[in-house]
């Protein structure tokens, strides 16, 4: 019996943990990231977008960052973000930062839609 409860507790904390994905979002959310790059990591104003670069690119800079370097007086802000990040958080937030989708927009467009006829001329 408490083997059967034990593994009924794994499953059920395995089938509600987090992907990387929701973890860095959740991160970006906590750093407060959005306040200069954006809600959806667009870039506001001098500050850099975000959404969907590539992640060797983000785990690179995020590193340097963390290990206080930087190569302009602006990147240098970033240091005081990326300070007590861990190796996992950089990699939670560079996978959400690369496998950004916007979820307002997920279900606006439909490109399974075929179109018929002449296009209506």
Known sequence: MLKTLFFVTLFF???HA??????????YLQKTCFSCHG???EGMHNYPYLANRAKGYLIYKLKRFRN???NS???EMMI??????????????SVFL???KDDDMAEQYDDSFD??????S
């Open 68 to 70: 206080n370097i930087s």
């Open 73 to 75: 007086q602006q990147q």
């Open 115 to 120: 179109t018929a006829g002449d296009g209506g």
């Open 13 to 15: 904390l395995f089938a």
């Open 80 to 93: 005081a973000f990326a300070i007590g990040l861990s190796d996992k958080d950089i990699e939670n937030l």
């Open 39 to 41: 809600n959806k990591a």
């Open 18 to 27: 987090k992907t990387p994905y929701e973890l860095g979002k959740e991160l």
């Open 98 to 100: 690369n496998e950004y």
